[in-house]
């Protein structure tokens, strides 16, 4: 059953602060990804890549491991042990490089109520597409 008054929704329009009309809220979720997103309402996910800088550091050490090792090895024969430092050390930090992933992901999720409701939703939904050029601005005639 969907809620029954405006409090017990998580949807405030970030245009408006509106929230949704009691006859929008979906209580049966279906099979698709929007959820119990209220009916006309948009949802707008930013999602941005960026380096884990744990990973980065991990890259660090590793270098800065095999480097040191290297110094104890003479230089006539240090071309076929850098190879068994190299491994020797991949295996040393293998869990820990397994467990920290060389990616993070920054998401941000706000919500837009129904633009059919007013112009002025309408008018700023349409703005904010426009700049992010996800519809073609209208040609003058």
Sequence with gaps: MPPTNYEESDYVCCLSGGVPKVNSL???LGDDELEDLPIGWVRVTFQRR???TKWTQ???VKGAT???MMTSVDDDIAK???QVIELQVEAQYAVLEASTPQFLIEEKVTFIGDPDDNSQLQSAYEGVLKSL???EAEVPQ
């Design 26 to 28: 979906v209580d049966d």
């Design 133 to 135: 050029d996800l519809i």
């Design 58 to 60: 991990i890259q660090k």
């Design 50 to 52: 960026l380096q884990n």
């Design 66 to 68: 095999i480097e040191q």
């Design 80 to 82: 076929e042990i850098r």
